[in-house]
């Protein structure tokens, strides 16, 4: 999905680029604050860092695209990170993605059409002793069983 | 407030110690909070106001280890033991305020055993006791905001010491006398690599922790973080005057929030009182800390290509020599150490190496602490000292395997680590006997699997990690990871050859030799002791397509069977691609080419009418 929304430096990402400016191997830092900002990072805004930082756009799309936390696409309003580490895994977090691919109508790593949800598989968030876990907005769900999940949804949905 | 001078420090710690009220801790970490831990922790307050209590502090902590039955808390009251209570929502609060609090007895049903003695304030621990906690020895204890308590319970004395009773060369030879070796996986003895560093003449040197935890199932780190990220912080402070760093980064993954939150509330405390910044407590010791951000790639738990990430790059490994101790971040001498060994390291200069190495075996002192989790009932965080076996990890503290099921295999050393038996559940816990039997110790990461897992699928489960985190520098990982996981999925889907188990064996040899990293060195160790260890159920995927577990769909198919089935109907409306035909009152029939081998028809059939072969 292409977005045609307009992206603009928030106050918050410019006054964090003037704090990190000066040190040395701030790019992470500033990305990092970039998809706090906008849930992404958007290609403007990778282009303006460039020119503010003046480091080039291939290496700001260098470093995005080798680490998995950094995002390219904008996910959904809620997006649902499903834990598939090892802990995770072996109680059943794929059979998790699964039901939530049903109940959502939609597949891994995209967003549901109308743009409310969307469904990540990530490694481990650290609480593999309520495995299996899953993580919305900032809140953990553990000791998951799918039919947990129609009433997590409706509830998010409600918000 | 201006800097505190050693005396202002010395009596902070008096001033707050044990108070004569009574104290309910409540576990707060990730988890806990996961669990409910606000809810009860408002519960607390509310019944202790409802019933016009006082002299109750109600105060946050981190993990007690108990992660099985949180949210747990602790009640204190001085002059008898600490009860700890597990399970405890709000309806429990409530009760252990009117039962507990009030009337003086304790609530059943919810009481959990004290995991370990109290190492400090105490000088005689009670052997009873199947964990012993260095690392661990605040978190459940203190709360984790608050730096008060945390000098109370001789915080910061391994600071006062390095700084004004030892020199750097006395640090050096406690760390060294301690026997410590990291706790990150490879554990190489933190005295030698220390002094690397410390021999080396450089304008500038750094130390870095190592809070990037990627073994995906483990999470000490992130809980000592949570539970006590002061120990963290006077442990960087003392390697930093030992070897003449100036400087410390912490490098921690981004995945962990709250861990970050305390990490960088700790900072700003400490800084406030002055025991971290410029001049600390007086001396011409200055020690500047900042925290830099992981971003979602196992690999930069690798030491170089963590310094490449902090530096703002793609995080790849480059070849040592030169090692980091001696060209590290930005070219500098670096320390990198890991969570778990900076946590150990105050404990070793306030109580001194030589008490330290009485813990644990010959070669391996100390303790270690282990995130045992999968197929376990207890699952939880535990520290036990070096020497202690498997059997009594998984089966005493671990209350073996729920819902009667049969232990099949525990795993160490996460996507590096290698599966081990019940034949080898009596081997003692130390780097060098799991490595002997074709494991490693790893960061910590314990995971439990019992008859339901099957070892082809976890074998894969491994190698599809490794396969994401390979970050493609060198030929032998990228296309080797790759290679043997095709393998794999071929085996588990029914197509594999004899001559398969060899080219696996062939390839895990070559990037075990050839790879640049540990990432690539390690990847193929999950398949090649899957192989050793279950040879027999391997090969059974082979040559008789089947598995035992019924975990490899392709190996898998539903039918009805037409004599139980009474035609509820209740499995055609469930299964997701409609493949299953039948009116009702009539047996039912599945579609064998459309099933998608989900699972759910046998799940839901109360009458045992969907037979799985
Ligand atoms: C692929 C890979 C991942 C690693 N991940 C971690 C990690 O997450 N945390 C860690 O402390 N060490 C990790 N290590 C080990 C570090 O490279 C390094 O040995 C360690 O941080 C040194 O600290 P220690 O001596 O205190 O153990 C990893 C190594 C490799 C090869
Ligand atoms: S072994 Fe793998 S992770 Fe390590 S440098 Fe080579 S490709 Fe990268
Ligand atoms: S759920 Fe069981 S009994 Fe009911 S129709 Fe399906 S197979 Fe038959
Ligand atoms: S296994 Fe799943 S897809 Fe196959 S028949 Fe049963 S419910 Fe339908
Ligand atoms: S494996 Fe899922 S939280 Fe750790
Ligand atoms: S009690 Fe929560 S991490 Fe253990």
């Not at chain 2, 106001?49 to 502090?57: D, P």
């Not at chain 2, 999968?374 to 729920?402: A, C, Q, R, W, Y």
């Not at chain 2, 090649?528 to 040559?543: D, R, T």
């Not at chain 2, 009474?566 to 080419?593: F, L, M, W, Y």
Request: hydrophobic letters at 40%; glycine letters at 10%; charged letters at 25%.
């Amino acid at each position: 999905m292409q977005t045609t929304e307009e992206y603009k430096i928030t106050d918050a990402l410019a006054s964090f680029v003037e704090k990190w400016r000066e040190k040395p191997g701030n790019l992470i830092m500033i990305l990092h604050k970039a998809q706090s900002e906008y849930g992404f990072i958007p290609r403007k805004i990778a282009i303006e860092l460039g020119r503010i930082l003046d480091v080039p756009l291939a290496k700001i799309y260098g470093v995005i695209t080798f680490y998995n936390f950094f995002k390219l696409e904008k996910p959904g309003k809620h997006n649902i990170q499903v834990c598939t580490g090892t802990a995770c895994y072996l109680k059943g977090g794929i059979d998790i993605i699964e039901e939530l691919e049903i109940l959502l109508g939609t597949g891994v790593n995209t967003v549901t059409d109308d743009g409310l949800f969307s469904i990540e598989s990530v490694r481990c968030i650290g609480c593999c002793g309520l495995a299996p876990v899953l993580l919305i907005d900032g809140e953990i769900f553990g000791k998951l069983s799918k039919d947990d999940l129609p009433k997590i949804i409706a509830d998010i949905r409600d918000r | 407030m201006a800097t505190i001078t050693l005396t202002d420090l010395k009596k902070l710690r008096e001033d707050n110690k044990e108070s004569e009220n009574i104290h309910i801790i409540i576990g707060m970490g990730t988890c806990g909070i996961a669990a409910g831990a606000n809810k009860t922790f408002d519960a607390f307050l509310d019944e202790i106001k409802v019933n016009n209590l006082k002299n109750i502090t109600v105060k946050p902590t981190g993990c007690m280890g108990l992660c099985y039955v949180e949210p747990t808390i602790t009640v204190k009251t001085s002059g008898q033991p600490d009860i700890i209570y597990g399970n405890v929502n709000c309806e429990t609060a409530c009760k252990i305020i009117n039962e507990h609090i009030v009337e003086g007895k304790l609530v059943e049903g919810h009481i959990f055993e004290n995991p370990a003695a109290d190492i400090v304030n105490t000088e005689n621990y009670d052997s009873d006791y199947k964990q012993f906690r260095i690392v661990l020895r605040n978190c459940g204890v203190i709360d984790p905001e608050n730096i008060e308590e945390y000098i109370a319970r001789d915080g910061y004395i391994g600071l006062e010491k390095a700084l004004f009773e030892l020199s750097s060369d006395d640090i050096l030879n406690e760390v060294k006398k301690s026997g410590l070796r990291g706790r990150g996986g490879a554990g190489f003895p933190t005295g030698f690599k220390w002094e690397f560093t410390k021999q080396i003449e450089s304008d500038q040197k750094y130390i870095i922790c190592n809070a990037d935890e990627g073994d995906p199932g483990a999470y000490m780190d992130r809980a000592t973080l949570e539970g006590d990220p002061h120990s963290v912080i006077e442990a960087m402070m003392i390697a930093g005057k030992c070897v003449g760093a100036d400087k410390g980064v912490i490098y921690i993954r981004a995945e962990y929030p709250l861990a970050i939150e305390r990490l960088e509330i700790a900072m700003a405390q400490s800084k406030r009182l002055g025991l971290l910044g410029k001049n600390i407590l007086g001396t011409d010791f200055s020690f500047d800390l900042e925290i830099r951000l992981g971003a979602g790639a196992f690999v930069c738990g690798e030491e170089t290509a963590l310094l490449a990430s902090v530096e703002g790059n793609r995080g790849m490994p480059i070849p040592k020599p030169p090692f980091p101790a001696v060209k590290g971040l930005f070219g500098k001498p670096t320390v990198i150490n890991n969570v778990e060994t900076f946590a150990n390291i105050p404990v070793i200069i306030t109580k001194g190496g030589s008490w330290f190495a009485k813990i644990g075996t010959e070669k391996s002192k100390g303790t270690k602490v282990f995130a045992l989790t999968g197929k376990i009932k207890n699952s939880g965080l535990v520290e036990v000292p070096m020497g202690t076996t498997l059997h009594e990890i998984v089966f005493g503290i671990g209350g073996g395997i729920p819902n009667g099921k049969a232990f099949k295999a525990v795993q160490t050393g996460g996507p590096s680590g290698g599966v081990l038996t019940e034949a080898f559940l009596d081997t003692p816990i130390d780097f060098d006997s799991l490595v002997a039997v074709g494991s490693m110790m790893g960061s910590g990461g314990m995971i439990v699997m019992d008859e339901d897992d099957c070892m082809v699928d976890i074998a894969k489960f491994y190698l599809e990690f490794c396969v994401e985190e390979s970050c493609g520098k060198c030929a032998p990982c990228r296309i080797g990871t790759k290679k043997i996981y095709e393998l794999l999925d071929k085996i588990s889907q029914g197509k594999g050859e004899l001559s398969d188990l060899q080219k696996i064996k062939d390839m895990g040899a070559a990037m075990q030799k050839a790879s640049l990293c540990g990432l690539g060195q390690t990847a193929p160790n999950p398949v090649l002791s899957v192989i050793k260890a279950f040879e027999e159920e391997v090969l059974e995927h082979i040559n008789d397509k089947k598995c035992r577990a019924g975990k490899c769909k392709d190996l898998v198919t539903y039918t009805i069977d037409q004599e139980n089935c009474i035609g509820c109907t209740v499995c055609a409306r469930k299964c997701p691609v409609n493949c299953i035909e039948g009116a009702i009152k009539v047996a039912h029939k599945i579609d064998q080419s459309l099933c998608i081998k989900c699972g759910a028809c046998f799940e839901v059939c109360k009458f045992d009418a969907v037979i799985v072969s």
